[in-house]
């Protein structure tokens, strides 16, 4: 299987800078994606990053190196609104070749923002 | 543009009956994935479906089977309800990418919420 690890909870003030960590160890990696999911809401797409180095988004960046099977998700200016559960979820090639790949993800970091 | 949707937004069953899910894609998407999220947990992979075949399949007894129609809508099936079916289940659509270095990036539903008691 895959091993998708991320911490459980984490806790920052509003306007800080926080980092969410998230290992995995797979074969056939074809893609990294952070996902923001509110409480008793779908999964929203934040980031991909396929690639080694740093994808930014505004408020929102995401570095990965496959190299060492590792990502993260940086978050600034935190708001009271980013309070939310963010998933890692790794894409593999599968084994058949197919390029209908599954995403494996991690158990989540439910981070709260306090003011 | 319409986003992925699905039906219906909450479920109460019993243990032993059988439920069926709803999903619509999102416009232009011709794949479908269902996940199931027990509470605190990440999504797992249940099974995809593209042309109208299940592709692939996580680790879900047979009592999980599914279907997509030609307008790409699927449905999930669960048979022999169990309590630990009890979950938020997703539908993520997305398109079967044709270049590489596509995100492959799946649009997921607001999910049903099924409570088996």
């Known amino acids: 299987g895959q091993n998708i690890d991320q911490p459980t909870e984490m806790t920052a003030t509003e306007g800080a800078i926080v980092q969410i960590n998230c290992t995995y160890q797979?074969?056939?990696?074809?893609?990294l994606f952070w996902y923001q999911q509110h409480a008793g809401e779908a999964p929203t797409f934040l980031s991909y990053?396929?690639?080694?180095g740093l994808e930014e988004k505004g408020r929102f960046s995401s570095f990965l190196s496959r190299s060492k099977g590792y990502s993260y998700l940086l978050l600034k200016e935190l708001q009271m609104k980013d309070s939310a559960s963010y998933l890692c979820?790794?894409?593999?090639?599968?084994?058949?070749?197919?390029?209908?790949?599954?995403?494996?993800f991690g158990r989540g970091t439910q981070l709260t923002v306090w003011p | 543009d319409a986003g992925v949707t699905q039906s219906p937004t909450h479920l109460i069953k019993t243990r032993g009956q059988q439920v069926t899910l709803r999903c619509s894609p999102k416009?232009?998407?011709?794949?479908v994935s269902w996940y199931q999220q027990a509470l605190g947990q990440g999504p797992q992979f249940i099974f995809q479906?593209?042309?109208?075949?299940?592709?692939q399949r996580g680790n879900f007894p047979d009592r999980f089977s599914g279907h997509q129609f030609p307008n790409y809508s699927s449905e999930l099936n669960v048979n022999a309800l169990l309590l630990g079916d009890s979950a938020l289940y997703l539908c993520a659509s997305s398109l079967l990418p044709g270049l590489a270095g596509d995100s492959y990036e799946q649009y997921f539903g607001p999910g049903t919420r099924l409570t088996v008691t």
């Open positions: 979820a790794v894409k593999r090639r599968e084994d058949r070749g197919s390029t209908l790949g599954r995403l494996y």
């Open positions: 990053n396929v690639l080694d």
């Open positions: 797979t074969s056939g990696f074809n893609g």
């Open positions: 416009s232009g998407h011709d794949t």
């Open positions: 479906y593209y042309e109208e075949e299940e592709r």
